[in-house]
């Protein structure tokens, strides 16, 4: 592995057990090689990737894709902030009962920058997505729920989750409650500003989720929904010629058009 861990000399890995070493070090830069490329979890780890600890500061993704990881959970460990930067995953599994995909602590915040992260969380207890303070920046998200406890978001410590400049297809249709918080815990705090999310639930339930504009707005949900959350915090439900539209978007104080 090159480099030394500091910021100006990040470590460079060459393969997935060395990113594993170089992203638990304390307090290391780490950067991944430029011009993208794929860690392929089928082939490395099918039975299951486990617990992946961070230790280090940061994370230069490059556009490097962590492709199918299965019951994979990225966890923090000494206290500090830590940023991740263009750094993919894509089309993970996430089925035990107890873990989340991301998951920050209360001293330790998780902040994601222009990352792309899909694929399908199912879950049966008090997991989510995202946990504990992780920030979301110009990020991609879509992931399938299943389960009886379908949430995005979940905090302790009373440490709020945020997204901005986000565009987020969530779909709920797997989900076997007929009624839950599906975005995050009853009473949990989290806000996207300036974000796009698309909503799909099963139309045969009565599913519910929470946003957060200044204190929490419940939103009953039946079949498919495009809500906009402009910047004061404001969500607007639009259509899906509305959402094409950047004219009606900036009327509405919405600054960027969703594509597709």
């Known amino acids: 592995m090159n480099g030394t861990g500091t910021q100006t000399t990040p470590y460079i890995p060459e393969n997935w057990g060395e990113f594993v070493t170089a992203v638990g070090t304390t307090g290391a830069y780490v950067s991944l090689p430029e011009g993208g490329g794929t860690f392929n979890m089928n082939e490395i780890a099918p039975a299951g990737v486990g617990e992946i600890k961070i230790n280090c500061a940061e994370i230069n993704g490059n556009g490097w894709t962590i492709h199918s990881p299965y019951n994979m959970e990225i966890s923090v460990g000494s206290a500090m902030t830590r ?32 990352c792309r992260i899909s694929g399908k969380k199912i879950s049966s207890g008090n997991h989510a997505v995202f946990a504990n303070g992780v920030y979301l920046n110009s990020c991609g998200i879509n992931i399938a729920f299943g389960g009886n406890e379908c949430r995005l978001f979940k905090h302790a410590y009373y440490r709020r989750n945020w997204g901005y400049f986000c565009t ?11 009624f839950s ?27 519910k989720t929470a946003f957060y504009s200044g204190s929490v707005n419940d939103i009953a949900l039946i079949g498919s929904k495009n809500i906009v959350i402009d910047s004061s915090g404001t969500s607007h439900e639009v259509t899906d010629e509305q959402v094409r539209n950047p004219a009606y978007l900036n009327s509405i104080g919405f600054p960027i058009a969703a594509e597709g």
């Open 83 to 114: 940023n991740i930067y263009s750094l993919n995953i894509t089309n993970f599994l996430n089925e035990r009962s107890g873990g989340n995909l991301i998951c920050a602590g209360e001293d330790s915040p998780v902040n994601l920058h222009n």
């Open 168 to 178: 987020a297809q969530l779909d709920y249709t797997g989900c076997t409650a007929d």
């Open 181 to 207: 918080y599906n975005t995050a815990r009853d009473g949990d705090s989290f806000a996207f500003d300036n974000s796009f999310l698309r909503i799909v639930t099963n139309p045969d339930k009565t599913q």
